[in-house]
């Protein structure tokens, strides 16, 4: 802990007033101490894990928190306010407040540190030491634990909790509990701590799996099977969730086990009471739409409560996000071969037989191989990990093999789709069949897979695929058949999509829509692929350049996340525009979308295309039609610049510019809201 928090990074008198001043007053310290290299790169990753839940925790704590490639070393920062600070805490605002900053590939060692400090914050005789120490030294001593808190015989909330226990001889009601967060900094641990502090204090024997970021220690299989009930306190998706089948489940947000570990272990209790088993789905990122992630109203169960809709929508977004990857590095690879040795390098024979060191044909070609085969993997890792959100690993084999089918019959991107919820699915009903206590180690490694596949497989090749590959050409002769006002429709509604979340679902089906298409380019989905990019531009081009023209308009630390705008809309990052569309989301987000919609709809018009998935600007040597594709961003731009200055300007009142380093507490609460 030495090397994390030291004097300089206490701030025993923080006159900041916002949460984004307070977290830019604590980074500045960090650069100071040599910690963090890009004060506006961090601090927009800062704001942009603020915007997915707010960090504030009751007792008066705010723990802003990220990873971030601007950090140079794990580091804490601590601050105490006078006055307090809005973090979002459901009990008001925080006069203790850490910023928490991870590298982004920070080691298990300096987490599993930063993990403590998390569970020593549930400890009231911490906090209140944190609250009396007047000299900055001893506070990072204190902090470091090189000093023990006052009163030292009640050090947490479970060592005062164990008065309450019950008698040795009493059989104690059991849940197994896991908690995680999207950081898997501090939430995670700190809800493990409430909910054993809380089972203590209840007489409730509670076993906690933390899915952080400093390790995942699975729970003994005898422990989950000696369990009454189960809860799931997690913002992202909970690991091998079929170990938990057949129990009672309370699934929420991790902050719900913060707050409220008393309520769900209740909870729980009531549901094996009633005898509500085998309650624990299949698949999920997360808590579903309702329930409390971020602290609000009970949602009750996520497997209860989560309709066909969100769970359908989850899964896509898991054969997505793993798909990707494949499609950025295939992509850009082709891409660049393209920029070396033209388009007909795509008839190039193997290099394995053909290559020649000194001929830069010989390279593009290669690049071109690699790039291909990478993409070949595009459609079995969507179907593969569809399944996987579905029914965790035992379908990861019936869904690749599902995939590859796919493309086997000229399925394509649909029938992946196809493949990967017929996998789910198929696997789902097996783990349904109950089986002799003998069979079930053999059952997931298997049995699962190799009747799954068997299905799945006569399913694509007997079954489905020819009416998807039929479906898949009749879209692909749509695509290229696209003229005129339905090419500009088009257009307008991948704008709107791209631009309405900022990298959230709606976002990411418009990207995966114009993707799909790369795995068999056509003239059609090359202009669909150009549409997309450049609508995804420009929210933060769009709040780059407001910043600029009409300064007063915007706080300082606006200002100056706008010019990291600039950077990461020409890379075509559309998040960078989340920290003012979490501000004040009813004039930005209504704003960039006219924009998005004006792009998308001239990028179609003019018939642009994009052989590469990402890249912004950096690849426009690539784009058809370089120019008018430009002129798109710029219209759109313009556009939304134009209405988010008319927007703000029309407010009665501006933020206050005090100390013109953050929001004012009312935007904070609608971006909080948000």
């Excluded at 790369?518 to 933060?540: H, R």
């Amino acid at each position: 802990m030495s090397e994390l928090i030291t004097a300089e990074l206490v701030d025993l008198d923080l006159s900041a007033t916002t949460k984004d001043a307070a977290a830019r007053s604590l980074a500045e310290r960090m650069v100071g101490a040599q910690r963090v290299t890009d004060l506006d790169g961090f601090l927009a990753d800062v704001a942009a894990r603020e915007a997915q839940m707010p960090t504030g925790l009751d007792g008066g704590i705010g723990i802003p928190h990220c990873r971030s490639e601007h950090v140079s070393a794990p580091t804490l920062a601590f601050g105490r306010s006078a006055r307090g600070i809005d973090f979002g805490a459901a009990d008001g605002p925080a006069d203790l407040i850490f910023l928490i900053a991870a590298p982004a590939g920070a080691d298990d060692d300096h987490l599993t540190i930063l993990s403590g400090l998390a569970r020593r914050l549930m400890d009231p005789e911490f906090t209140a030491a944190l609250r009396a120490g007047d000299d900055p030294a001893a506070v990072a001593a204190l902090i470091r634990g090189e000093e023990p808190a006052p009163e030292p015989e009640a050090t947490t909330p479970i060592a005062a909790a164990e008065e309450a226990a019950p008698a040795e001889g009493d059989a104690p009601f059991r849940i197994v509990a896991v908690t995680s967060c999207p950081t898997g900094i501090a939430h995670t641990y700190m809800a493990a701590e409430s909910l054993t502090a809380a089972g203590l204090a209840e007489g409730v024997e509670v076993t906690v799996e933390t899915q952080g970021s400093a390790g995942f220690s699975k729970l003994d299989p005898a422990v989950i099977a000696a369990a009454d009930a189960v809860i799931w306190a997690h913002d992202v998706e909970v690991r091998e969730k079929t170990r938990f089948r057949g129990k009672p489940l309370v699934d929420v947000g991790v902050k719900a086990g913060i707050n409220r570990p008393a309520e769900l272990i209740a909870e729980a209790r009531r549901k094996a009471e009633r005898g509500e088993i085998a309650a624990v789905p299949q698949g999920g990122d997360g808590p579903a739409d309702g329930a409390d992630g971020a602290d609000g109203a009970d949602g009750g169960s996520g497997a209860d409560s989560a309709h066909f809709g969100v769970r359908l929508r989850t899964y896509l977004m898991s054969g997505v996000s793993y798909m990707v990857p494949f499609v950025a590095a295939g992509g850009l690879l082709i891409a660049l071969s393209f920029a070396i040795g033209g388009y007909e390098i795509a008839d190039a024979k193997s290099v394995a037989d053909h290559f020649v060191w000194g001929q830069a044909d010989s390279w593009a070609a290669l690049l071109n191989q690699i790039g291909s085969a990478a993409f070949g993997f595009l459609v079995p890792v969507l179907a593969g990990y569809i399944a996987y959100g579905m029914a965790d690993r035992p379908a990861l084999v019936p869904g690749f093999v599902g995939g590859a089918i796919a493309l086997t019959v000229d399925a394509g991107f649909l029938g992946g789709l196809v493949a990967g919820l017929l996998a789910g699915a198929v696997v789902m009903a097996i783990q349904r069949v109950p089986v002799h206590a003998t069979l079930r180690g053999i059952m997931p490694v298997l049995v699962i897979p190799l009747i799954a596949s068997a299905v799945v497989g006569f399913l694509m090749f007997i079954v489905v695929g020819k009416p998807i590959a039929a479906l898949q050409s009749a879209l692909t002769d749509w695509l290229n058949g696209l003229s005129g006002s339905n090419a500009v429709i088009l257009g307008v509604v991948l704008g709107l999509m791209m631009c309405f979340d900022m990298g959230g679902p709606l976002n990411k089906v418009a990207y995966a829509f114009a993707v799909g298409g790369l795995a068999d380019p056509t003239d059609g989905s090359l202009k669909v692929m150009a549409a997309v990019m450049a609508a995804g531009m420009v929210p933060p081009l769009a709040m780059a350049l407001a910043t600029t023209v009409r300064k007063k308009l915007f706080t300082k630390t606006e200002r100056e996340n706008g010019r990291a705008a600039w950077v990461l809309g020409a890379s075509f990052i559309t998040e960078g525009a989340i920290p003012f569309a979490a501000a004040d989301p009813l004039r930005v987000i209504p704003s960039v979308m006219a924009g998005g919609a004006v792009t998308g709809a001239l990028s179609m018009a003019f018939g642009c295309t994009l052989r590469a998935p990402h890249g912004g600007i950096f690849v426009v040597p690539l784009i058809g039609e370089p120019f008018l594709y430009l002129l798109a961003i710029a219209a759109g731009t313009l556009v939304a610049t134009a209405l988010v200055v008319l927007l703000k300007g029309a407010r009665r009142t501006v933020p206050v510019p005090a100390d013109e380093a953050g929001a004012t507490a009312s935007d904070a609460r609608v971006g909080a809201t948000a």
